[in-house]
């Protein structure tokens, strides 16, 4: 099993010089990927600008979308956005879809939330038209750059419910779920559900089984995982936000170290940690833990 480390995104301090010494440990250590995502309502950096900083900072991992909400875009500056990072990286991206769980997004940015789920499948299909050098409007030819990997960046559902991946399984790679409370029988659940729309859709092949949680190391690693996840968590309300933080075990290497094991033996084929502190040193932590479950 994989083990990719997303940016510590949702922290209120990364900054440029952490982001530059997180792209070189990251790329530098026995990570799979390094990745970010989108939130919009929030007091975080960019998740297309931190992938477009990743391509160019770093030479060996995957660089991931932990979610792209497809329905927030226009289709053809979506292609040409993602084609663009995926030349910058060489062809290492790898996009997760989905259509976002907050409210609060969707109003900012004045996108309607009727429809979303068509406007997903409606998007998805273009982006693979347009990077299979679609045509486009009168007097040009395509929506460039051509993407380096063949017909664009392998494309995951971040559904997990029956509905999502039902359809998602006539379109994605894969899947990318959550495990909040790092429960590597909760992602099973997730996988098998997944398998099962792929074999309903009749797909030959197996889905691409991903997966991630929060997690922290290193002294007051339980006090500041807790309070990242409590304000993160907050737009759910005080009380749900607590009760899902107290639940949160990723906070010592032996929690970790355990989490890994048992995660592998359900068949994940990679894991996302996302970090609750932008300290570079815990990309070190994380580091020496996976090293430790791949040498067993």
Known sequence: MDVGLAFPQMTPDLDRDRVRRWCRAVDAGPFSSISAGERIAFDNLDGFTLCTAAAALTDRVRIGFNVVVAPWHAPALLAKELASIDVLSGGRVEVAVGVGGREQDYEVLGSPLRN????????????????????????????????????????????????????????????????????????????????????????????????????????????????????????????????????????????????????????????ILVPADSDPDQVRRFADVVADVAAA
């Open 116 to 271: 979303r789920f068509d406007r997903l499948d409606d998007t998805v299909a273009e982006l693979k038209r347009l990077w299979a050098g679609g045509s486009v409007a009168d007097g040009a030819a395509s929506v460039g750059p051509t993407p380096v990997q063949p017909g664009g960046p392998p494309l995951l559902c971040s559904g997990t419910g029956p509905k999502s991946l039902a359809r998602a399984a006539r379109w994605a790679d894969g899947l990318t779920g959550f495990t909040l409370g790092a429960d590597p029988a909760e992602a099973a659940a997730t996988f098998a559900l997944a398998e099962e729309a792929w074999q309903a859709a009749g797909r030959t092949e197996r889905p691409r089984l991903v997966t991630g949680t929060f997690a922290a190391l290193g002294p007051g690693a339980q006090e500041t995982l807790h309070a990242f996840a409590r304000r993160y968590l907050d737009v759910f309300g005080t009380d749900v936000a607590a009760w899902l933080t107290e639940r949160m075990p990723l906070h010592t290497e032996e929690a970790l170290h355990r989490f890994l094991v048992d995660l592998a033996a359900t068949g994940c084929e990679e894991v």
